[in-house]
């Protein structure tokens, strides 16, 4: 696996409330500071105050190898109901490009949180420059990283559809 190859990866969960709760679950920024994963607090900005196209949000970040980092992200896709999706670092050459997917599964709902590995210099980049040899190790293990806190953000989702309203 190779960073210029700008992996993507992806959690499907199947949730038991209607695609309309399901949309208000992965629209709530703050879900996965509640998950298990690295996102820790995050803020909209610039008056912003939830999902729409240029929106921006600051995201404060931990990891007990990385430490501790913010990321400044825009909201560049929105399907209402169905699909959102913002970009990590700039628009242009991201560090990386994530996304919720909505849609009706009978009487219920299917869910997706992808990510992919963007354009963009980052840290990870970085490393890897230091560490050519073991590039196909150090993009392995941060999706590995980027999916266990997927698999948190959508096990949380499945807890807060379950619960009585």
């Given at each position: 696996m190779r960073l210029r190859d700008t992996p993507t990866v992806e959690v499907v969960e199947r949730l038991s409330c209607s695609p309309e709760q399901a949309w208000a679950?992965?629209?709530?920024?703050?879900?996965?500071?509640?998950?298990?994963?690295?996102?820790?607090r995050v803020e909209w900005l610039d008056g912003a105050t939830g999902v729409a196209l240029g929106a921006r949000f600051r995201g404060y970040n931990a990891?007990?190898?990385?430490?501790?980092?913010?990321?400044?992200?825009?909201?560049?896709?929105?399907?209402?109901?169905?699909?959102?999706?913002?970009?990590?670092?700039?628009?242009?050459?991201?560090?990386?490009?994530w996304g919720f997917e909505v849609e009706s599964d009978g009487d219920g709902s299917i869910v997706r949180q992808w990510a992919k590995v963007g354009t963009?210099?980052?840290?990870?980049?970085?490393?890897?420059?230091?560490?050519?040899?073991?590039?196909?190790?150090?993009?392995?293990?941060?999706?590995?990283?980027?999916?266990?806190?997927?698999?948190?953000?959508?096990a949380m989702l499945a807890q807060l559809a379950a619960a009585p309203v």
């Amino acid at each position: 696996m190779r960073l210029r190859d700008t992996p993507t990866v992806e959690v499907v969960e199947r949730l038991s409330c209607s695609p309309e709760q399901a949309w208000a679950l992965v629209t709530d920024i703050e879900l996965p500071t509640r998950a298990d994963g690295e996102l820790q607090r995050v803020e909209w900005l610039d008056g912003a105050t939830g999902v729409a196209l240029g929106a921006r949000f600051r995201g404060y970040n931990a990891n007990p190898q990385m430490g501790e980092w913010q990321t400044e992200s825009e909201v560049v896709e929105v399907e209402a109901g169905r699909r959102w999706v913002w970009c990590v670092g700039s628009v242009e050459a991201p560090l990386a490009v994530w996304g919720f997917e909505v849609e009706s599964d009978g009487d219920g709902s299917i869910v997706r949180q992808w990510a992919k590995v963007g354009t963009g210099r980052s840290p990870l980049s970085d490393f890897i420059d230091k560490h050519p040899d073991k590039e196909g190790a150090i993009v392995a293990r941060r999706l590995s990283v980027w999916r266990d806190g997927m698999a948190a953000n959508l096990a949380m989702l499945a807890q807060l559809a379950a619960a009585p309203v």
